[in-house]
């Protein structure tokens, strides 16, 4: 129940491409929905997170669409370039307090030139 | 503002030595969370500590493993007699209050058991 559930793996798109990335849960109690993005070598970096009182939040190319009664929601990258090419996490926690962020397993992303 | 600093990035031990991994907190930063990578996998939660007190630490392994940070001086997290399965990269986060939501990572040790 306390799984985050990522697909695809892995994901290649060409240069103005819209690739989505979609994650999945169980827990009703989760209420925050972060996405993050790691290059290789680094840690980590926070995108975009949402929660579950709207149903869609963009900031520049990025943009979360979430389904709460589907207990979905997915990650898409408007005109993608190659520098987008990186791993993307996405997470969920509760609130209230310190809350663990639970990730899911991972989607690499490669933009081809 | 130098971001949070872990410690080696790289570290190779033996089966059966310790490695000790090292994070500094982004300055006013007092709350710091580790996460372990496995490889092809997403980030695990291990342990959330204050200055001088672990706040949780229910990721942790029951052995082997312990988390610390000190009043003064970096968080250490502390792996003995390690083993091939440890072979992960782990991740040090902080943020300046009790809600998480501030967190920035470091960009890691990466330990190799060999």
């Known amino acids: 129940q306390q799984q985050v559930k990522q697909s695809p793996q892995s994901l290649i798109v060409q240069k103005g491409g819209i690739p989505i990335i979609n994650c999945a849960y169980e827990n009703t109690a989760f209420d925050y929905f972060p996405w993050y993005q790691q290059f290789p070598g680094k840690g980590p970096a926070l995108l975009i997170a949402i929660r579950p009182d709207v149903s869609e939040k963009k900031e520049g190319r990025f943009t979360i669409s979430f389904n709460k009664s589907a207990k979905q929601f997915s990650l898409h990258i408007m005109d993608s370039q190659p520098g987008d090419s990186a791993t993307y996490f996405c997470a969920a926690s509760g609130s209230g307090g310190f809350q663990k962020l639970v990730f899911g397993t991972g989607t690499r992303l490669l933009v081809s030139p | 503002n130098a971001g949070v600093m872990q410690n080696p990035r790289h570290l190779v031990r033996r089966r059966g030595q310790e490695a000790r991994l090292r994070c500094s907190p982004m300055?006013?930063?007092?709350?710091v969370y580790w996460y372990r990578q496995l490889p092809e996998e997403g980030l695990k939660f291990m342990v959330y500590l204050q200055k001088e007190n672990i706040i949780d630490e229910s990721g942790m392994p029951k052995e082997r493993f312990s988390a610390e940070f000190p009043k003064e001086g970096p968080s250490i997290l502390r792996i003995q007699q390690v083993v091939r399965g440890d072979s992960a990269a782990y991740f040090c986060?902080?943020?300046?209050?009790?809600?998480?939501?501030?967190?920035?990572f470091g960009s890691g040790t990466r330990l190799t058991v060999v």
């Open positions: 300055k006013g930063h007092s709350h």
């Open positions: 986060a902080s943020s300046a209050l009790r809600d998480f939501y501030g967190y920035t």
